[in-house]
């Protein structure tokens, strides 16, 4: 029987334009869906940012029952003193962290530079990072970096002489000493562009004195990585809320300061 010659040269598969077609659409639909997965991501970062401060805020306020008032910010600063140890807030919360082994790694008697705290200091603690700070490099001279940092006071509209913050140097703050109250006064904030934070060392708190996230590179400011801008920010009594850039200076200086008996600003 004759094989049709039609028959045989019949092809099931795409012609060429069928094909380009198909890849356009894909295309097409790539570009449509990237940025709603690359919001979803941003989103989950954002989410996840803040729950670390959330956790931060119970660990302070655990230190605080235990000893009557929270940590000090910097303890012996070497700005004051060049042998000072300098050792930061975010020590004494790593038992309220479940980090007592770390904490315990930690000899309180020695700077946070000293042979005695390296391994310590070595230590990559996810609560002390924001996921939408991604660097090359998680550690500065060896030591373990940390994006949140605690409210030494503000200079957008005063001189923070004394220091109207906080976390300070050498003293500890009470609750019964934020007269703003504790829901209108911030404690610690992202800080994630200063580059130089780690969470042995006590630098990492700071005063305020630019708007949220227009710091000169390198400054430790209350600024963040997060897509959309703004930044998280922990307040005395244990709620994180989310600044806005564009967050009136007012407003600003105002929750960052714990007695300026300012009015009681919506923000």
Known sequence: ??????????????????????????????????????????AARKAQCASNLHQLGIALHQYHKSHREFPIGCIEPRCYNRRGRQLAWSIHLLPFLEQTAVYDMVDL??????????????????????????????????????DYGGIFGERLLSNNSPPNGTMLYDQPISLRE????????????????????????????FEQMYPINKAPAGENEISSMHLGGGAHALNCDGAVRFLSESIDLNVLAAIITRAGRESNYDY
């Open 1 to 42: 029987m004759a094989i049709s010659k039609r028959r045989l040269c019949s092809n099931g598969g795409f012609t060429l334009i069928e094909l380009l077609v198909v890849i356009s659409v894909i295309g097409l639909l790539t570009g449509l869906l990237l940025p709603a997965v690359m919001a979803a991501r941003g």
């Open 109 to 146: 008697k020695k700077p946070y530079y000293h042979s005695a705290n390296k391994s310590a200091a070595a230590n990559l603690l996810p609560i002390f990072l924001c996921p939408s700070h991604t660097r090359d490099d998680y550690y500065e001279a060896g030591r373990a970096v940390c």
């Open 178 to 205: 934020i007269v703003d109250g504790a829901t209108h006064t911030i404690i610690l904030s992202e800080d994630c562009k200063s580059q130089d934070m780690q969470w042995i060392n006590g630098q990492n708190i």
